[in-house]
């Protein structure tokens, strides 16, 4: 639904988005990870037709964009800019239906979508207040619902959780699954990153211009470490150690113990998923003892700052 082939964008001397590739496929949610300035705005501003690139091609839901009629675009994208504008003693519904009639729609049309937009974003009970009244939880979600009145087929948010509360953070999420639910394909760009970790189908990191990396959360937290860290959950001493034995006989130089307690046993491993389900395989067949096993991603802040220090330090060396 959205690609991107060498996107490029500069002001003069300074380059603002370089040579951007990225696909994000239908029905996904897609994060857009980077610190104000590197480039997520004029990502989204390309895509939805607001900006001109310098050079390089995108592709939006079949159109390519550079080409495309600006009303086909739009009929097609929807976008929510970090803060967008409200009108003064205006309620919720007259808000919604004055975009609705932007888009030409007729009037029992447009009653019918904003009946549809406040049930689906959960604002129905906001349908007569004041908008600028709102919460910042509760303007977002209205922001969200006013993307909607044309049922658009891909939808770009820019920093929808900035400035929300925890409650207003975990309800969004919740308006996000939805939304996938539905079919839509989501790319929303953010700087809080345990927002992307819980919600997104794919990440992409963002500095300095350039795309770093990009993948689903556990690929991209994969990509900074070189060997996988996994850990079994046992109930005493004797099961702990009984499993530090088995891994050492199974795998020997793959396997490196990080730490062991009574209860848990945690080591890196050298090793793909097929060795990875051979090696819990191996643990059962010896009649070892555990309640679980899995593997640590870690923290998806950790991935990001690793991966972000490796391209200064390369721009060092350079």
């Not at 003069?12 to 994060?31: M, P, Q, T």
């Not at 209205?142 to 953070?169: N, T, W, Y």
């Not at 850990?231 to 490196?256: F, H, K, M, Q, Y």
Request: charged share 30%; glycine share 10%.
């Amino acid at each position: 639904m959205i690609e991107t082939h060498d996107l490029t964008k500069r002001y003069g001397a300074v380059l603002a988005l370089d040579r951007l590739n990225l696909k994000v496929g239908k029905g996904e949610i897609f994060g857009y990870i980077g610190p104000n300035g590197a480039g997520k705005t004029t990502t989204i501003k390309i895509l939805v037709g607001l900006l001109k690139a310098t050079s390089g091609r995108a592709r939006v839901a079949g159109l390519e964009v550079a080409k495309a009629k600006p009303d086909d675009l739009k009929r097609l994208v929807g976008y929510m800019p970090d803060w967008f504008g409200v009108y003064r003693q205006m309620r919720v519904w007259e808000y919604l239906d004055f975009f609705g009639a932007a888009f030409r729609m007729r009037k029992k049309e447009r009653a019918a979508r904003i009946d549809a937009a406040l049930d689906i974003t959960g604002t129905t009970a906001m349908r007569d207040y004041f908008v600028d009244t709102l919460s910042r939880g509760m303007t977002q979600r209205v922001g969200i619902a006013r993307l909607l009145m044309h049922d658009p087929q891909v939808l770009f948010l820019d920093e929808p959780a900035s400035g929300l509360d925890p409650r207003a953070r975990v309800q969004m999420r919740e308006l996000l699954r939805k939304l996938r639910s539905m079919g839509k394909t989501i790319l929303l760009s953010s700087h809080i990153l345990p927002e992307l970790a819980g919600v997104c189908d794919r990440i992409g990191i963002l500095e300095k211009a350039t795309l770093l990396a990009q993948g689903t959360v556990q690929e991209v937290m994969r990509s900074v470490r070189s060997k996988r860290v996994l850990e079994v959950e046992t109930t005493t001493g004797p099961a702990a150690a009984a499993v530090r034995e088995a891994l050492t006989a199974l795998s020997g130089d793959r396997i490196r113990i990080l730490d062991a307690d009574d209860a848990m046993v945690r080591f890196e491993f050298d090793g793909d998923d097929d060795r990875v389900a051979e090696l819990w395989s191996g643990l059962a067949a010896r009649g070892c003892r555990f309640v679980a096993c899995r593997e640590v991603l870690g923290d998806l802040e950790d991935a990001y700052l690793s991966i972000t220090r490796q391209e200064v330090a390369g721009a060092r060396a350079g």
